[in-house]
């Protein structure tokens, strides 16, 4: 089976890589963006459901002539082959990603076996085809969470759920948690875990000779979204900062890496039919434990913050909660689909989340003169007091930071979608059902988009009045309009106010034993070696 199947079984990490997968596959077109001639083509843009926005990209473009997919270019399905699987190109899909725009150009298709991929790299074009969408874009490769949850009776979640079903939950969800004054009453709980999370890092140090170095603090920064999350999802705490995690939180910790660490197992047997799965059973049984280990932890959670209210409402008490007890009361959506939703969004808020604070707390210790300033904001504007969400619009070099980690380093390096109806992009005409790639990296690299791309500088994102607008199309990390992340705003206050307090009680800096990190694709961009910090107090 195509490219596209293997990447089935692989969860939130590569649901949204397509476009990385797609990278494997990719030729390229040559075209900056559109190019010039007699034709008019007009995008036709969404009104009113953007969720997120950014400066309109050119509508009407003029064409010689459109061309065909047939001419569009690209790499050889035999060259991505040899490039995915004999030069180790599944850790490598972001650079391919930039190889292959650099090669064969903005616009690029690849093939693998039956699968075609159509690449785009530019930043325009990327907002020609998000400003298109329709009310329900559809995202690629979701069939097999869809055929895990019909063989166990599950509903889908906004992830994997598509059309009127998606279009139903969505914006159920995006009343509640889709706008920073959403998230803002969940400061305090946030707040807390933070406060164990300083507690953590100090205790970690102490286990390390020179008192001050932390290792691998992706761990430590995973058990901190996770526990942020569930905070705010479950209205619970999990215990994951503690000496003694919980064996539940365990457990679903284990559930949770069984769905990663099989990623590549998981991605050379999606191109294994279903028939030959009673010959090669293994990945696809641990796709599905994964999956029920993730789903029973909902539920549990779910249940249990049911019974309670229930309890509550036996007892004639007035019932007050945050954002499960809101969906229960409402019941705005049904049990099957609480539950979906929550397994989907606490697998999509953990690592995301915790790859981005390691990567900051890195770029940090690799630029001093840079959290130096930093710390000189917090300072002015906090005086050492601990922030809450309001303070955030005041601290723009902690949002600066955040941003600019996720240029360089966008835990999700591609999208993928599948057209909804003809386009037109960079002058190639793109029949209904394809599959596309956004090539988020790549523009996030740009020179042109980003001038010094490879350098780290937050202050390139700070608005120097109320007409400079520096967000654009290059740089989307949480995408963009009606399916871009529902999870932005609590991920921007778990790592806004984290960062602040990090930066508030610690100086951070490179323990020796931290080669120089290269970022690596495993589903998402992630560190491909162990990041270790110091963290010497602040006195
Ligand atoms: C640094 C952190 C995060 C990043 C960079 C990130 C990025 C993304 C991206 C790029 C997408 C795909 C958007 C698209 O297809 O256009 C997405 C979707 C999604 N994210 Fe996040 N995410 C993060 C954290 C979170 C958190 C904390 C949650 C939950 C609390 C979450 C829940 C979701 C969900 C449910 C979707 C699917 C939305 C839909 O299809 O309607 N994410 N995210």
Known sequence: MALQKKMLHLGYRSLFCDANRNFLLQASGLHKSAASGSFEITAHGQAGLQENVVPPAPEVQKLDRVKTLKEMPGPS???NLIEFFFRDGFSRIHEIQLEHSQKYGKIFKSRFGPQLVVSVADRDLVAQVLRAEGVAPQRANMESWKEYRDMRGRSTGLISAEGDEWLKMRSVLRQLIMRPRDVAVFSDSVNDVIV?????IQKLRTQQPDGQTVLNVNDLFFKYAMEGVAAILYETRLGCLEDEIPKMSLDYIKALHLMFSSFKTTMYAGAIPKWLRPVIPKPWEEFCSSWDGLFKFSQIHVDKKFSEIKKKIDRGEEVKGGLLTHLLVT??????????NMTEMLLAGVDTTSFTLSWSTYLLARHPHIQQQIFEEVTRVLGGRIPIADDIAQLPLIRGLVKETLRLFPVLPGNGRITQDDLIVGG?????????????YSTSMEEANFPGAEDFRPERWIRKDASDRVDNFGSIPFGYGIRSCIGRRIAELEMHLGLTHLIQNFRIEVSPVTQDVRPKTHGLLCPSAPINIKFVDRV
Request: hydrophobic letters at 40%; glycine letters at 6%.
């Open 77 to 79: 399905a035999i060259g």
């Open 196 to 200: 164990d999370l300083v507690k953590r």
């Open 331 to 340: 019941k705005e959506m049904d049990v099957e689909e609480i539950y979906a």
């Open 428 to 440: 190639y005409l793109i029949p209904k059902g394809t599959q596309l790639a956004l090539c988020h």
